[in-house]
């Protein structure tokens, strides 16, 4: 994709506008490619007055144009089903709203806040279902390097993105990603050299299989760490 994102941005807002007119009430990008991860795709997120089975048609004819963009099928929600629904996807909505660049319209998450206490929950689900799978994961692979490697590099991001929840658990509201996630670190008392090697994994081929696979040792025992440090979160 071009280093303009904005261009493609912009050019999506144009195409919603064709298909909701004045019902399109604004557009963010968010996500990978906007904090430097120029493969990923380029996601946004699409607040409207209104959503019928006509919009989804029109729109399911403009994505073949989208994906040759390499911009993501965009989040697509009527405003108000997006402000009822913050305690329920508190760590998806609040990543959004973390960093995220406006493209179209008003502020969408002006007056919008999410409850620690959801926040907290939702954390608390996360960890301990991904402490679940690093361990059956790990069983899966027979303990192969590559295997293992494999499985570290997968499931990175998913960690680093909830180191940054934990930070903003503590009241950190920076839009820096890599400053979030070392932030998330430091609060869970997990080693920041652990954290640097797992953010590396996401932007780059980066280590060799078994350099990856030396790392989950501690990667396991930084997730036990993280589910006790949530789940005994205190406001």
């Known amino acids: 994709m071009t280093s303009n994102w904005s261009t493609a941005a912009k050019s999506l807002a144009a195409d919603l506008r064709t298909v909701f007119g004045d ?3 604004s557009v963010v990008a968010y996500g990978p490619h906007l904090e430097g991860d120029a493969d990923a795709p380029l996601s946004c997120l699409a607040l409207v007055a209104s959503l019928t089975a006509e919009d989804l048609q029109g729109c399911a004819a ?6 040759r963009a390499q911009v993501a099928t965009p989040l697509i929600l009527p405003e108000s089903e997006f402000r009822r629904s913050l305690d329920v996807f508190p760590l998806d909505y609040g990543e959004i709203i973390r960093a995220h660049d406006r493209v179209f319209g008003d502020d969408p998450f002006a007056g919008v806040a999410i409850s620690p206490d959801d926040l907290r929950r939702a954390c608390e689900t996360q960890i301990k279902s991904h402490l679940v799978h690093l361990r059956e994961a790990f069983i899966e692979s027979g303990g192969k390097p590559g295997a293992v490697a494999s499985l570290v590099k997968a499931s990175a991001p998913a960690f680093t993105a909830l180191l940054r929840n934990v930070a903003r658990l503590t009241g950190v509201l920076t839009s820096d990603r890599a400053d979030a996630t070392r932030l998330g670190a430091r609060a869970a008392q997990i080693s920041e050299h652990l954290v640097a090697d797992l953010l590396s994994l996401e932007h780059s081929r980066g280590m060799v299989a078994v350099d990856s696979a030396r790392l989950f040792p501690e990667y396991l025992a ?9 789940d005994t979160w205190r406001a």
């Open 23 to 25: 019902r399109l009430r």
């Open 62 to 67: 403009l994505a073949p144009r989208w994906a």
């Open 222 to 230: 930084a997730s036990e760490q993280l589910a006790n440090a949530v």
